[in-house]
């Protein structure tokens, strides 16, 4: 209980972040809007490290492995992400994202002495990515609209390993280095490259005058990475938590995802095939926690 309650607090947060999202796109660009959310992000836990404490001197001395984890997770992982959704339809980026506890299990599977995959994990992971597909039915077509398509499947792919790469990583350096600290750090060195890439790579964007209701968006997504890769980090800091179980808990951010944009946004509203996908996806949780009784 002390992890499932904080993992699907965490997968809450970032589910909320598709309608803060929809919310920030109708004001600026993707690469544009990420670097300011992520920057904003590593601001935002200043605080919180000066008031648990937290061992600046000794942690910064690790500020080429928090660098590097910045590169990989927040830029690397996030701009391939946001460059694959420009180029495929939504619901197959739905479906490729939402496999990621896929690629982390088998990943975990060949990298971690005590996290293999097993008929009762597997199970848990098929009925997962089937609800995955039933909710991205509803989210547009499956079919390739351009030239670019395949590019944007194989940039996807690869955000889904980097994203699984990380994971591994932290687990592997539990104690390396403070995880509200990696948070921070990462958060705000790769929000930055993000920004400065916008610059060259999305002309269409410029400085202007904001409403109210970007800075509250805005400042909601920053908060979302800050607080969730936080809890995310610590848990996968204890050494009883295996990585491949943890991330079962992201088909959660699907489900939190819809369940919001109902109702936060306008024009959006339940639908048979949204909700037959959280009902699978609920069975999938189930069974990943169900355990044979021993006699």
């Given at each position: 209980?002390?992890?499932?309650?904080?993992?699907?607090?965490?997968?809450?947060?970032?589910?909320?972040?598709?309608?803060g999202?929809?919310?920030?796109?109708t004001?600026?660009?993707?690469?544009?809007?990420?670097?300011m959310?992520?920057?904003?992000?590593?601001?935002?836990?200043i605080?919180?490290?000066?008031?648990?404490?937290?061992?600046?001197?000794?942690?910064?001395?690790?500020?080429?492995?928090?660098?590097?984890?910045?590169?990989?997770?927040?830029?690397?992982q996030?701009?391939?992400?946001?460059m694959?959704?420009?180029?495929?339809?939504?619901?197959?980026?739905?479906?490729?994202?939402?496999?990621?506890p896929?690629?982390?299990?088998?990943?975990?599977?060949?990298?971690?002495?005590?996290?293999?995959?097993?008929?009762?994990?597997?199970?848990?992971?098929?009925?997962?990515?089937?609800?995955?597909?039933?909710?991205?039915?509803?989210?547009?077509?499956?079919?390739?609209?351009?030239?670019?398509?395949?590019?944007?499947i194989?940039?996807?792919?690869?955000?889904?390993?980097?994203?699984?790469?990380?994971?591994?990583?932290?687990?592997?350096?539990r104690?390396?280095?403070d995880?509200?600290?990696?948070?921070?750090?990462?958060?705000?060195?790769?929000?930055?490259?993000?920004?400065?890439?916008?610059?060259?790579?999305?002309?269409?964007?410029?400085?202007r005058?904001?409403?109210?209701?970007?800075?509250?968006?805005?400042?909601?997504?920053?908060?979302?990475?800050?607080?969730?890769?936080?809890?995310?980090?610590?848990?996968?800091?204890n050494?009883?938590?295996?990585?491949?179980?943890?991330?079962?808990?992201?088909?959660?951010?699907?489900?939190?995802?819809?369940?919001?944009?109902?109702?936060?946004?306008?024009?959006?509203?339940?639908?048979?095939?949204?909700?037959?996908?959280?009902?699978?996806?609920?069975?999938?949780l189930?069974?990943?926690?169900?355990q044979?009784?021993?006699?």
């Open positions: 209980m002390r992890t499932k309650l904080p993992a699907i607090l965490a997968c809450i947060l970032w589910g909320s972040a598709f309608a999202a929809k919310i920030g796109f004001y600026t660009t993707p690469l544009h809007l990420s670097g959310r992520f920057t904003l992000a590593g601001i935002l836990l605080p919180f490290l000066i008031y648990q404490k937290t061992d600046w001197k000794a942690n910064l001395k690790q500020w080429k492995y928090m660098l590097f984890f910045g590169i990989l997770q927040t830029f690397i996030y701009g391939l992400f946001f694959g959704l420009d180029k495929v339809p939504a619901a197959v980026s739905a479906i490729i994202i939402g496999g990621g896929l690629f982390v299990a088998v990943m975990a599977h060949f990298t971690i002495k005590n996290d293999k995959l097993g008929l009762r994990k597997v199970i848990a992971i098929l009925l997962g990515m089937t609800g995955i597909v039933f909710i991205s039915t509803t989210k547009g077509t499956l079919n390739a609209s351009n030239n670019t398509f395949y590019l944007g194989f940039l996807l792919i690869i955000s889904n390993i980097t994203g699984a790469a990380t994971n591994i990583i932290v687990a592997k350096n104690n390396r280095v995880p509200v600290m990696l948070t921070a750090f990462a958060n705000f060195t790769g929000g930055l490259i993000l920004y400065a890439v916008s610059w060259f790579t999305e002309p269409d964007w410029h400085l005058d904001y409403t109210a209701e970007f800075y509250l968006a805005w400042i909601w997504l920053a908060l979302i990475p800050a607080a969730g890769f936080s809890i995310w980090y610590s848990l996968l800091k050494p009883e938590v295996k990585v491949s179980e943890l991330n079962m808990w992201k088909f959660v951010v699907p489900v939190s995802g819809v369940i919001l944009s109902w109702i936060i946004l306008p024009g959006e509203k339940p639908d048979w095939q949204s909700v037959t996908g959280i009902i699978i996806i609920t069975i999938a189930l069974t990943l926690q169900w044979k009784e021993t006699r």
